[in-house]
Nanobody, 116 residues
Framework: QVQLVESGGGEVQPGGSLGLSCAASGSGLSPRDMRWYRQAPGKQREFVASITSGGAKDYEDSVKGRFTISRYNAKNTVYLQMNSLQPEDTAVYYC??????????WGQGTQVTVSS
């Protein structure tokens, strides 16, 4: 059974930085696309960033230039470096990974709070 375990959330002041990580385990295969989503209170879950196994990246418009997604394939881990954080970035951040065969898995989520 594939497990995705996120870490690195917390509370930070506006303009601050946080880094998230998500480690995938439990499969003999490496994940293909890996993504970050977020869900703010009272809102739908939304796409934040994605990275393919080859390193191609995509970002939601509001985080371009502030967030950076990366991955370390040897450890099946994806990262999200978040800079210039704003109160509207407050949300639970979820990791998502796709595997061969159309299987998709989610992490349990990690809270990011941006507040003065």
């Amino acid at each position: 059974q594939v497990q995705l375990v996120e870490s690195g959330g917390g509370e930070v002041q506006p303009g601050g930085s946080l880094g998230l990580s998500c480690a995938a385990s439990g499969s003999g295969l490496s994940p293909r696309d890996m993504r970050w989503y977020r869900q703010a209170p009272g809102k739908q879950r939304e796409f934040v960033a994605s990275i393919t196994s080859g390193g191609a990246k995509d970002y939601e418009d509001s985080v371009k230039g502030r967030f950076t997604i990366s991955r370390y394939n040897a450890k099946n881990t994806v990262y999200l470096q978040m800079n210039s954080l704003q109160p509207e970035d407050t949300a639970v951040y979820y990791c998502n990974a796709d595997y061969l065969g159309g299987y998709s898995y989610w992490g349990q989520g990690t809270q990011v709070t941006v507040s003065s």
